[in-house]
């Protein structure tokens, strides 16, 4: 059974944006999907998603797919530094110094060094979505990320964050670029 595992951002949870959907949608297809609920405060630590990551870990192998949101990008490149997997989905992807206001709150995860030649080892697909008018993360740190990951970054015109405020409690392409992958 394929089986996805979909981590938000910094002061995000399981029930918003187009994660309920992406679940219902993928379930419906026979997978098995998790969404843990990571600590959203202003003093983020690695441990802590690390500890909220612990209870789904064992589950994460070679027919898992990864899904991250913002901030939950830079954290699954640390999971899949520590488990091979299927393939990766980074939807506005929040790691590095991203050049906003929020960079000191998420520095010690977003920041952190990434070993780009294991990554790339134990992932041996990814794919990058981000908008043109992203409010949070500039378009070229998308692009610089596909540059580490050998991938391409599908701009989508006026997405914004991807998230409910731009509108998006579904993202139909993700789910038929998921679904094409397996």
Known sequence: MPTALIVHGMY???????FPWLKTELEGKGWRVHIPQFPTKDDLNPEDWWSALAPYE????????????????????????KHPVHSAFFIAP??????NEFDPIIGPIANQ???????????PTFTIFHS??????????????????GAEVEVIEGAGHFNETAGYTEIPLLFEHITKTK
């Open 58 to 81: 064992g589950k994460i192998d070679e027919n898992t797919t990864v899904i991250g949101h913002s901030l939950g990008v830079a954290f699954l490149l640390k999971v899949i530094e």
């Open 12 to 18: 995000g949870h399981p029930g918003e944006n187009w």
């Open 113 to 123: 060094h990434f070993d780009w030649e294991l990554i790339r080892k134990n992932c």
């Open 132 to 149: 043109n008018n992203d409010p949070y993360i500039p378009l070229r740190q998308a692009e610089k990320l596909a540059g580490h990951l």
């Open 94 to 99: 929040a790691w590095g110094i991203t050049g």
